[in-house]
Nanobody
Framework: QVQLVESGGGVVQAGGSLRLSCAASGRAFSSLTTGWFRQAPGSDREFVAAIRRSVGSTDYADSVKGRFTISRDNAKNTVYLQMNSLKPEDTAVYYC??????????????????WGRGTQVTVSS
């Protein structure tokens, strides 16, 4: 069984940065396609970024391209989401998700088998 635990959320002013971490137990992240999603109150779950198993290719939502970076540290079995130039509209609970398949359509949240509990990110204006 794969367990995912997010950390690194908090309160930051607009224009600031945060780095979220997702630690996995039960399986190596190198064998998992991993995504970050977010959900604001009253809104649907939204794709943010993903990194594919093995090759490490990345996908980003248009709303975060150029500001957010997803990366993976295989030695620490951790996936990161570096968030720069944060905006108030980035405020949400951020979730880490993972799946063993390489070929999943990464923006679709229902394609992922494993989920963390989320970490709150609040960007003040």
């Amino acid at each position: 069984q794969v367990q995912l635990v997010e950390s690194g959320g908090g309160v930051v002013q607009a224009g600031g940065s945060l780095r979220l971490s997702c630690a996995a137990s039960g399986r190596a992240f190198s064998s998992l396609t991993t995504g970050w999603f977010r959900q604001a109150p009253g809104s649907d779950r939204e794709f943010v970024a993903a990194i594919r198993r093995s090759v490490g290719s990345t996908d980003y939502a248009d709303s975060v391209k150029g500001r957010f970076t997803i990366s993976r540290d295989n030695a620490k079995n951790t996936v990161y989401l570096q968030m720069n130039s944060l905006k108030p509209e980035d405020t949400a609970v951020y979730y880490c998700a993972a799946d063993p398949s390489f070929w999943i359509s990464t923006p679709i949240w229902s394609n992922y088998n494993y989920w963390g509990r989320g970490t709150q990110v609040t960007v003040s204006s």
